[in-house]
T-cell receptor
Framework: QKEVEQNSGPLSVPEGAIASLNCTYS??????FFWYRQYSGKSPELIMF????GDKEDGRFTAQLNKASQYVSLLIRDSQPSDSATYLCAVNLDTGNQFYFGTGTSLTVIP | DTGVSQNPRHKITKRGQNVTFRCDPI?????LYWYRQTLGQGPEFLTY????????KSRLLSDRFSAERPKGSFSTLEIQRTEQGDSAMYLCASDGGELFFGEGSRLTVL
């Protein structure tokens, strides 16, 4: 079983809609959770991180964490064509340990 | 610009040649990671350093791969006797609580 699992997609949403991206992880000792965006041919860039159960909002982005279900999600409100990218979920067990990445979900926002 | 610098950005080499990539992390970050990424996959962990100490190395990593971080500053990743399967994007990340990635070094082995 992979440490971090994501639906590879592709996920398509119309412009202005809410995009919902999901991620599950296997290790209950996971402490930190990250969402990265990666445009084609570019390196990943951090969108958000979350450490505690519940929701964390930053502009149009909301990260949701449920440690009991070992589930983390990213919601993108008012999706824009510029949001079209691959979204990577990453999990860190503890400070200093390696970060495990999912395979990413490809999102296309249709104008 | 994350402040993490990698070079070369692109490297094309023939099978059997050696290649070396360099990463300059954010200066105040003690931890540095190397990842490999192929098309359609997430970054795959290779190794990481705490200052100059290499603390962990992927079990999947062949003996042809070696990494160093002398004096805890920049790091190098060397691949000896390259194979076509080594073709990938090699990513360096500087750890400040979250990972800041460089632009990557894309390797093509012919």
């Amino acid at each position: 079983q992979k440490e971090v699992e994501q639906n590879s997609g592709p996920l398509s949403v119309p412009e202005g809609a809410i995009a919902s991206l999901n991620c599950t992880y296997s290790d209950r000792g996971s402490q930190s959770f990250f969402w990265y965006r990666q445009y084609s041919g570019k390196s990943p860039e951090l969108i958000m991180f979350i450490y505690s159960n519940g929701d964390k909002e930053d502009g149009r982005f909301t990260a949701q964490l449920n440690k009991a279900s070992q589930y983390v999600s990213l919601l993108i409100r008012d999706s824009q064509p510029s949001d079209s990218a691959t979204y990577l979920c990453a999990v860190n067990l503890d400070t200093g340990n390696q970060f495990y990445f999912g395979t990413g979900t490809s999102l296309t926002v249709i104008p | 610009d994350t402040g993490v610098s990698q070079n070369p950005r692109h490297k094309i080499t023939k099978r059997g040649q050696n290649v070396t990539f360099r990463c300059d992390p954010i200066s105040e970050h003690n931890r540095l990671y190397w990842y490999r990424q192929t098309l359609g996959q997430g970054p795959e962990f290779l190794t990481y350093f705490q200052n100059e100490a290499q603390l962990e190395k992927s079990r999947l990593l062949s003996d042809r791969f070696s990494a160093e971080r002398p004096k805890g500053s920049f790091s190098t990743l060397e691949i000896q006797r390259t194979e076509q399967g080594d073709s990938a994007m090699y990513l360096c990340a500087s750890d400040g609580g979250e990972l800041f990635f460089g632009e990557g070094s894309r390797l093509t082995v012919l």
